[in-house]
């Protein structure tokens, strides 16, 4: 299974980087639509549409993207959009795990299925956004997201004892929550420390002030929870282990940016303030 993951993740990374590295944004942008189509069929597939319905599913909203990028969407200031998608987030968040797994199964599914999408839909838009603005942001966000993982994973493993959500993400705990955000933080001092002048998120949100850049990054980490937790639970309600296997030794598409999807509207609504 490791060697699996490894192999994964290396051709993932010699996809990846080349695109995300080039100076203009057609590469990544494109590669990371073929993303949101998996991450499309996922979400159908999970949320009880048919192999045919939930391939049509996921082509249309990549289709649907890839149109709003031809017209130009990509170069509009998108601010009142940003604020909409982190509210619908919070809210969501905070209803679907109150109403807890079943809850989450006795909605429509069309509601269920349409809320998703837009909120992948946006996800793309903002990872792009940020794109835009500079490399060094967007590797900002999505370090902040991954140091997180990574330091509640191993903070979770040598200190775990108090479950944070039992019933839908089993191995989480509060202690591997609050490693991921003494991780976040630090990362964040290094950042600034070697880069005080630079465009990255924790350049931004310094700005603001130690004490709101450190309440920023509480809700940030705490956001890229809520992702995973969400997912968690879409699962579980769908009984199913992975969001696919797509990515042998990972799962899926949406396994894998789950944490990201709140948090790359919000990282563009504090770059945009």
Not at 173 to 196: H, K, N, Q, T
């Amino acid at each position: 299974m490791l060697r699996q993951r490894v192999i994964t993740a290396l051709v993932l990374l010699a996809v990846l980087l080349p695109a995300l590295f080039y100076p203009s944004i057609e590469p990544f942008a494109a590669l990371t639509l073929l993303l949101i189509v998996a991450a499309g069929w996922e979400w159908a597939r999970l949320n009880g549409c048919g192999s045919t319905v939930s391939a049509w599913v996921g082509v249309g909203l990549g289709v649907l993207m890839a149109l709003v990028w031809y017209f130009g969407g990509l170069s509009l200031p998108l601010r009142s959009l940003w604020i909409a998608v982190g509210t619908a987030w919070v809210l969501l968040a905070a209803v679907m795990l109150w109403r807890g797994v079943a809850g989450w199964g006795a909605w429509p599914r069309v509601l269920r299925l349409w809320l998703g999408l837009v909120l992948i839909a946006c996800a793309w838009l903002a990872m792009v956004h940020a794109r835009l603005i500079g490399l060094g942001f967007l590797l900002s966000v999505l370090l902040l997201v991954w140091m997180a993982d990574v330091a509640a994973y191993f903070g979770g493993k040598a200190l775990g004892k108090r479950k944070l959500a039992p019933t839908i993400s089993p191995g989480k705990s509060w202690e591997g929550a609050i490693s991921g955000l003494l991780g976040v933080c630090l990362l964040a001092a290094g950042w600034i420390w070697w880069d005080a002048q630079g465009v990255s998120l924790y350049g931004r949100l310094w700005s603001f002030g130690p004490l709101l850049a450190v309440l920023s990054l509480v809700f940030l980490v705490a956001m890229s929870v809520v992702g995973d937790l969400v997912e968690s639970l879409v699962k579980r309600s769908a009984g199913a282990k992975d969001s696919s296997q797509l990515l042998p030794g990972h799962g899926g598409v949406l396994d894998r940016v789950d944490a990201l999807l709140p948090v790359l509207p919000l990282a563009m609504l504090f770059a945009t303030l």
